[in-house]
């Protein structure tokens, strides 16, 4: 009989009130690849590569698309964080809507809060009119936070609010906003030894960790390259 090595990755779905709406439960066959099967993909939309490594990745993505839940893809640099996110988005049923991307690091961190956010005409300095933040540019689709590890403590929060209660405040504004927006965010730095080093919140981490994709280095993959 053929042994058969499961993981199993159970996450509690909080309202942010204290409750629960229930658990996402995400099972990965881990069972060492037939080296002799032949009909493995050599791609899944834009993202390319044969190896075992990929095909784990290719199955991840399908099943993980169709939950609606906060995705969190870790990976080095160069391995396909976006590219990821983009299948995630189009297995989603949110395909139709748009998917908004914000690189976290390429924002002055004084303009991210009203980047993200939005602001009111005249809350600050040079806001000569009222502006759409990208939270709201991705009502009803896919916001894609890349490199999330590098902002600040203050963003660290606002996001956490945000996550907890689907609700926010442009920058300015005293009445909350609501959106229905699936939050994917990605990563090239540990953010477990940042959460350890206190340099990350721990709710925020288990907030956009409900589920992890972990995408292979190049190294592990050489007969992709």
Do not use: W
Request: proline share 3%; net charge neutral.
């Amino acid at each position: 009989h053929t042994q058969k090595v499961f993981s199993v990755c159970i996450s509690p779905l909080e309202d942010g009130r204290g409750g629960f709406h229930g658990v996402v439960i995400v099972i990965r066959d881990m069972t060492p690849q037939d080296k002799s099967h032949t009909d493995q993909r050599t791609s899944f939309h834009r993202m390319i590569g044969a190896s075992a490594a990929m095909q784990t990745v290719y199955t991840m993505i399908e099943n993980v698309g169709k939950v609606d839940s906060a995705v969190l893809i870790t990976g080095e640099s160069g391995t396909g964080k976006e590219l990821a996110t983009e299948a995630l988005h189009l297995e989603s049923h949110r395909k139709n809507r748009p998917l908004v991307k914000v690189d976290c690091t390429a924002i002055p961190e004084n303009l991210l809060e009203s980047e993200l956010f939005g602001h009111k005409k005249g809350s600050f300095t040079g806001a000569d009119q009222d502006r759409m933040g990208r939270i709201l540019q991705a009502d009803g689709g896919t916001l894609f936070l890349d490199e999330i590890g590098d902002i600040s403590s203050m963003m660290q929060l606002r996001l956490l609010r945000f996550l907890q209660e689907k609700t926010f405040y442009p920058v300015g504004r005293d009445t909350p906003i609501q959106v229905d927006v699936r939050v994917i965010a990605a990563t090239n730095v540990n953010l477990r030894e940042k959460v350890q080093q206190g340099k990350f919140r721990e709710d925020l981490y288990y907030r956009l960790r409900v589920i992890d994709i972990i995408l292979p280095s190049l190294r592990e993959r050489t007969g992709d390259v």
